[in-house]
């Protein structure tokens, strides 16, 4: 239950434009909406990139108890002066006319070679909702974790993935210190952590 009673029907857009439209499309947005107290907002000027849904998954084995993520390079933290190579879930952006399970299926594929056919929901969440409307759609897939290694990736997109096996003891005290610094896998590690002794992920 919403506790404002605000919702989207108490946002008007002014203005709309497309300021850049390439590996993300950047809009810019003038928008007004209804206050708490009443009345409404001035005009209020936002840019934001606009992207479809994406999805993460964090492979877990669990007999070993060992999860597998991907190690690759991005922009982000270069522009902020820290390590580019982030350890992370594999994740993926959906492409016209897939559902989200489609897409975790293939990025598995794509990113470490595993042909996965369950997928356990985790969470969804905006990933960063002040800028952008991406949704993350977090999933678990059960592997086999001796089979996992090498490096990966769509080279036409230019991808360069390195697939690593920790356990997921090591993995969370990677969270807890900081190595591990990145939403979607903060948040997929936690919720194995709190749930990896219940039935079903032993």
Known sequence: MKLSGLDANDVQVQEETTIHSGFLKLRH???????????????????????????????????????????????????DNNDPWLLEVVAGISEPGETLEEVARREVEEETGYHVASLIPVADFYV???????????????????????????????????????????AYDMVTDGRINNAPAVIALQWLKLRHHQPGYE
């Open 128 to 170: 960063s909702p002040g800028a952008s409307n991406e949704k993350l759609k977090l999933f678990c897939a059960l592997v086999d974790a001796s089979e996992a290694g090498g490096t990966f990736g769509v080279s036409d997109e230019g991808e360069d993935i390195k697939v690593h096996v920790l356990s997921l003891d090591e």
């Open 29 to 79: 947005y003038a928008i007004t909406h209804k206050l708490f107290n009443g009345g409404t907002s001035t005009v209020l000027s936002r840019e934001a990139i606009v992207r479809p849904p994406s999805v993460g998954i964090i492979l877990f084995d669990p007999s070993r108890q060992q999860v597998v993520l991907v190690e690759q390079f991005r922009i982000g933290p270069y522009l």
